[in-house]
Nanobody, 115 residues
């Protein structure tokens, strides 16, 4: 069973930055970050595809950057200019096949942005 372990979350003031990491026990070309705030549905934040192309939710475009170190099987999310509305549990996810859905999930890391 694949394991995904997120780290790097924590408290931060509005305008600050955090870098999330996701160490994966398996190699996956296609991975992503999701988040879920209390009382809200989980939403996709950023995704990276086989060719390295990235896509982002409109709410984080220009502020967040997803990247991947294939040699280390590690996914990153650089988050800049954080806002209180970014407060959520952030989850890493991976696909076994890029044309399928996400099937591997981490336990999450909490990000709390204070104003």
């Amino acid at each position: 069973q694949a394991q995904l372990v997120e780290s790097g979350g924590g408290p931060v003031q509005a305008g600050g930055s955090l870098r999330l990491s996701c160490a994966a026990s398996i190699f996956s070309y296609c991975m992503g970050w999701f988040r879920q705030a209390p009382g809200k549905e989980r939403e996709g934040v950023a995704h990276i595809d086989r060719d390295g192309s990235a896509s982002y939710a409109d709410s984080v475009k220009g502020r967040f950057t997803i990247s991947k170190d294939n040699a280390k099987n590690t996914l990153y999310l650089q988050m800049n200019s954080l806002k209180p509305e970014d407060t959520a549990m952030y989850y890493c996810a991976a696909k076994s096949l890029c044309n399928r859905g996400y099937i591997f999930w981490g336990q999450g890391t909490q990000v709390t942005v204070s104003s």
